[in-house]
């Protein structure tokens, strides 16, 4: 089982910049992916960022591309998401999110049904 705690939320303005923290804790193995999926009232779920730790790569969706930058401290088990130029778009609640791999195909994470969540960290942005 793995535990996932976001940080980092908060309510900025069009154009300011926010960090999200995620520590993930528990039986990680050496190789898992973390990642990001925000949520909007009445908005599906939508997958922002990945990276896959033990030495894989990073992925972004294409809202993000460009503004956003996940990275990852391995020996904390730590990701962030260093979000820059935010849009009222970005407004949403973020959530942390643990797999076994980073499967993005077509532009999206294809998480599976036993990855772990956490409990989300509100972003808000302004116009």
């Known amino acids: 089982q793995v535990q996932l705690v976001e940080s980092g939320g908060g309510s900025v303005q069009a154009g300011g910049s926010l960090r999200l923290s995620c520590v993930a804790s528990?039986?990680?193995?050496?190789?898992?992916?973390l990642g990001w999926f925000r949520q909007s009232p009445g908005k599906e779920r939508e997958w922002v960022a990945a990276?896959?730790?033990?030495?894989?790569?990073?992925h972004y969706a294409d809202p993000v591309k460009g503004r956003f930058i996940i990275s990852q401290e391995n020996k904390q088990k730590t990701v962030y998401l260093h979000m820059d130029n935010l849009i009222p778009e970005d407004t949403g609640m973020y959530f942390c999110?643990?797999?076994?791999?980073?499967?993005?195909?077509?532009?999206?994470?294809?998480?599976?049904?036993?990855?772990?969540w956490g409990l989300g960290t509100q972003v808000t942005v302004s116009s």
């Open positions: 999110a643990a797999d076994r791999e980073c499967t993005v195909i077509g532009g999206h994470w294809l998480i599976a049904g036993t990855a772990s």
């Open positions: 990276s896959q730790f033990g030495g894989g790569d990073t």
């Open positions: 528990g039986n990680t193995g050496p190789n898992f992916c």
